[in-house]
């Protein structure tokens, strides 16, 4: 038997969260507002909006602004996210390691080369290796697809190995440059003016590039955080890192921003349902960070690294042995069918091989139970939950998107019409998982005290503040769960089983769903 204590009470901010595109969810800033009004109403406390700039369709759905500090006219104004803003948390991207090849500024380096006053923005390979570099430099060079990270361009008419991280339409920035850090600046102000409470440091673990290192999370990248934490913070917002890496490294850079997300949690989540295996994730939750964003899936696919071993650091052991990685790789491909195996790896445009593109619905074998009790795992779980605007409605992998844009990860990046989202909404799955995150939404206990206990397949997470209680005890053997809760004499029950039959005691405090 193992059990844990966090005693640090969570700030009552961290309420549940959408993560959400606009033009693939309600059709534009505006109309993703309406909807968290209406048919989430009472639900989420803030909302992750995906990248809305200038274009927000390019080659990598948005993370590759022309002009990162102009919202896309299709989807809106700021005057759009300024009134989300003014009703709820909103998230927003700042896109720290590069920017679009088609920009304003990189085109003025194409045009001028060192002459151009951008000229200093942008990396090629000489400006992380000046004197030179050898073959052991480059192939030590972490990066999340094969071959190297540079790409041949002519710039000033000369030709020149710019840095490429993700793709050849992202040139990486120079974050030593002060017309970087100008530019990085420009952005904040002009995000945190509309009312961003929240600036998501996209790909910051790429961002300090730094002779004879892996040039992933160096301490240039350390120093880059730290002072763009400080930077946000006097404009009145906090940071959330993205980082996929060994989870050690995850667990140490927490330290240097308010929030970092637990991309561990979705691969010991799957484990453990497969398995009846709690273990790995019991072990995890002794150890992890206090200020974690917890995800089952978000825009990428389903990362499997975050909790293996890895060549980041591949001496010390993973959350998942090898054999259980591969395990767990196997049941999700065979579980995504045949779309999540074209999807994956080297094939499909993929950014990232690490991630198997899946639907975490499909994941689960579109098993309603064993869903719902990954939901409640999630959200019982200290931190601030984040809910991916398909997996909140329970979507199966988009077969026609992908074979209509080959881009694998666009199995799990649906286009909902708002016809589709009312006719989702009388899933029972759907409902029940609704009714998971009012709960976490209103009940007070999350405000209080949080402790775990597990022996054998079950696992019980427990809330207390005052006399306000409520926990869950999930037996991944079911897979099912048990939640209760009291309010001094007043106590109710309920199963996955009432959940999906409609009979729900009063677990939340609002109005029933519609």
Same mark, same amino acid.
């Given at each position: 038997m193992?059990?844990?204590t *966090?005693?640090?009470l969570r700030?009552?901010?961290?309420?549940p969260?959408?993560?959400?595109? !606009? *033009?693939?969810?309600?059709?534009?800033?505006? &109309?993703l507002h309406?909807?968290?009004?209406?048919?989430?109403?009472?639900?989420?406390a803030?909302?992750?909006?995906?990248? +809305?700039y200038?274009?927000?369709d &390019?080659?990598? #759905?948005?993370?590759d602004p022309?002009?990162h500090?102009?919202?896309?006219?299709?989807?809106?104004?700021?005057?759009?996210?300024?009134?989300m803003? /003014?009703?709820m948390a909103?998230?927003?991207?700042?896109?720290?390691?590069?920017?679009?090849?088609?920009?304003?500024?990189?085109?003025?380096? %194409?045009?001028?080369?060192?002459?151009?006053p951008?000229? /200093?923005m942008?990396?090629?390979?000489?400006s992380?290796f000046?004197?030179?570099?050898?073959?052991?430099?480059?192939?030590?060079i972490y990066?999340?697809?094969?071959?190297?990270?540079?790409?041949?361009m002519?710039?000033?008419?000369?030709?020149?190995?710019?840095w490429t991280?993700f793709?050849?339409?992202?040139v *990486?920035?120079?974050?030593?440059d002060?017309g970087?850090?100008?530019?990085?600046c420009?952005?904040?102000d002009?995000?945190?003016?509309?009312?961003?409470?929240?600036?998501?440091?996209?790909?910051?673990?790429?961002?300090?590039? @730094?002779?004879?290192?892996?040039?992933?999370?160096?301490?240039g990248?350390?120093?880059?955080?730290?002072?763009?934490?400080?930077?946000?913070?006097?404009?009145?917002?906090?940071?959330l890192?993205e980082?996929?890496?060994?989870?050690?490294q995850v667990?140490e850079?927490? #330290?240097?921003?308010d929030?970092?997300y637990?991309?561990a949690?979705p691969?010991?989540?799957l484990?453990?349902?497969f398995?009846?295996?709690?273990?790995?994730?019991a072990?995890?939750?002794?150890?992890?960070?206090a200020?974690?964003?917890?995800?089952?899936?978000t825009?990428d696919?389903?990362g499997?690294m975050? #909790?293996?071993?890895?060549?980041?650091?591949? *001496?010390?052991?993973?959350l998942?042995?090898?054999?259980?990685v591969s395990a767990? +790789?196997?049941?999700?491909?065979?579980?995504?069918?045949d779309?999540?195996?074209r999807?994956?790896?080297?094939?499909?445009?993929n950014?990232?091989?690490?991630? $198997?593109?899946?639907t975490?619905?499909?994941?689960v074998?579109r098993?309603?139970?064993?869903y719902?009790?990954?939901?409640g795992?999630?959200?019982?779980?200290?931190?601030?939950?984040?809910? +991916?605007?398909?997996?909140?409605? #329970?979507?199966?992998n988009?077969?026609?998107l992908?074979?209509?844009?080959g881009?694998?990860?666009?199995?799990n990046?649906h286009?909902y019409?708002l016809?589709?989202?009312?006719?989702?909404?009388?899933?029972?799955?759907?409902? !029940?998982?609704?009714?998971? @995150?009012?709960?976490?939404a209103?009940?007070?206990?999350?405000? /209080?005290?949080?402790?775990?206990?597990?022996? /054998?397949s $079950?696992?019980?997470?427990?809330?207390?503040?005052?006399?306000e209680?409520?926990?869950?005890? !999930?037996?991944?053997?079911?897979p099912?769960?048990? !939640?209760?809760?009291?309010?001094?004499?007043?106590?109710w029950?309920l199963? %996955?089983?009432?959940?999906?039959?409609?009979?729900?005691?009063?677990?939340?405090?609002g109005?029933p769903?519609?």
């Amino acid at each position: 038997m193992t059990a844990g204590t *966090d005693r640090r009470l969570r700030p009552r901010g961290n309420r549940p969260h959408l993560i959400a595109y !606009a *033009d693939r969810f309600g059709g534009s800033l505006a &109309g993703l507002h309406d909807l968290l009004a209406t048919r989430f109403s009472g639900i989420f406390a803030g909302v992750h909006v995906l990248p +809305y700039y200038l274009p927000f369709d &390019g080659a990598d #759905a948005g993370f590759d602004p022309i002009d990162h500090a102009a919202v896309d006219e299709r989807l809106g104004t700021w005057d759009d996210l300024r009134s989300m803003a /003014g009703h709820m948390a909103v998230v927003s991207d700042l896109i720290v390691n590069h920017i679009s090849s088609r920009s304003a500024e990189f085109q003025d380096v %194409v045009r001028h080369g060192g002459a151009s006053p951008h000229a /200093g923005m942008f990396l090629t390979m000489d400006s992380v290796f000046p004197a030179g570099a050898v073959e052991a430099d480059l192939t030590r060079i972490y990066r999340p697809r094969p071959g190297l990270p540079f790409t041949a361009m002519r710039l000033g008419g000369r030709k020149r190995l710019v840095w490429t991280t993700f793709t050849p339409g992202q040139v *990486d920035l120079d974050v030593r440059d002060e017309g970087t850090w100008a530019y990085l600046c420009r952005v904040v102000d002009r995000l945190t003016a509309a009312g961003v409470s929240v600036l998501r440091l996209d790909a910051i673990g790429y961002a300090g590039k @730094v002779a004879g290192t892996d040039c992933f999370l160096t301490p240039g990248t350390l120093a880059l955080i730290e002072r763009l934490r400080g930077y946000v913070r006097s404009r009145g917002a906090t940071t959330l890192l993205e980082v996929h890496g060994h989870h050690t490294q995850v667990a140490e850079v927490a #330290a240097t921003a308010d929030l970092v997300y637990d991309f561990a949690l979705p691969p010991l989540v799957l484990h453990a349902i497969f398995n009846a295996d709690p273990g790995p994730l019991a072990d995890w939750l002794a150890v992890r960070p206090a200020n974690c964003v917890t995800v089952l899936d978000t825009h990428d696919g389903i990362g499997l690294m975050d #909790a293996a071993r890895n060549e980041l650091r591949p *001496d010390e052991p993973g959350l998942l042995d090898d054999a259980q990685v591969s395990a767990l +790789y196997r049941d999700v491909l065979a579980n995504g069918g045949d779309s999540t195996r074209r999807s994956t790896g080297e094939a499909a445009s993929n950014l990232d091989l690490y991630q $198997v593109n899946c639907t975490f619905y499909d994941a689960v074998g579109r098993d309603d139970r064993r869903y719902l009790v990954a939901r409640g795992l999630q959200l019982f779980l200290p931190g601030l939950p984040q809910v +991916y605007y398909v997996g909140l409605l #329970a979507g199966s992998n988009d077969v026609e998107l992908f074979e209509r844009t080959g881009t694998g990860r666009d199995v799990n990046r649906h286009h909902y019409t708002l016809a589709e989202v009312d006719d989702q909404l009388h899933r029972p799955v759907v409902r !029940a998982q609704l009714e998971l @995150v009012r709960l976490r939404a209103q009940h007070p206990a999350f405000d /209080g005290n949080f402790s775990f206990e597990r022996s /054998g397949s $079950v696992l019980r997470l427990s809330w207390q503040a005052g006399a306000e209680e409520v926990c869950l005890e !999930a037996d991944l053997a079911g897979p099912t769960f048990r !939640a209760q809760g009291r309010s001094g004499t007043t106590a109710w029950e309920l199963d %996955v089983d009432a959940l999906l039959s409609g009979l729900v005691a009063p677990v939340g405090r609002g109005t029933p769903l519609p």
